[in-house]
Nanobody, 127 residues
Framework: QVQLVESGGGSVQAGGSLRLSCAAS????????MGWFRQTPGKEREFVAG????????LLRDSIKGRGAISRDSVKNTLNLQLDSLSPEDTADYYC????????????????????WGQGTQVTVSS
């Protein structure tokens, strides 16, 4: 079992940056697919970024490419999401997720592919 706790959210001005973190606990080995999703009221949870089990593959949604990056610290069991050049469209609750049972080394991009979720961290970007 694994537990996920997000942090790093907050309120920033457009053009600013945030670094979100997801602390994974309950497992000594950090070796499973993980991802970041975001959700706004009335909308479906959407994929933001993902990393494969080995960490060798990453994927970002188009609107994040060029201004975002996903990374992980296997020693600290922490997943990070760097967001730069933020705009109001990035305002959402951001969630980290994991699938500890997915063996292939591919990035999972669908919310339904993940089985463990954090409680989310709020990101608010003002104009």
């Amino acid at each position: 079992q694994v537990q996920l706790v997000e942090s790093g959210g907050g309120s920033v001005q457009a053009g600013g940056s945030l670094r979100l973190s997801c602390a994974a606990s309950g497992r000594p080995n950090f070796n499973y697919a993980m991802g970041w999703f975001r959700q706004t009221p009335g909308k479906e949870r959407e994929f933001v970024a993902g990393i494969s089990r080995s960490g060798g593959r990453t994927l970002l949604r188009d609107s994040i490419k060029g201004r975002g990056a996903i990374s992980r610290d296997s020693v600290k069991n922490t997943l990070n999401l760097q967001l730069d050049s933020l705009s109001p469209e990035d305002t959402a609750d951001y969630y980290c997720a994991a699938n500890i049972d997915y063996s292939p080394d591919f990035v999972l991009t669908r919310a339904c592919d993940y089985t463990v979720w954090g409680q989310g961290t709020q990101v608010t970007v003002s104009s």
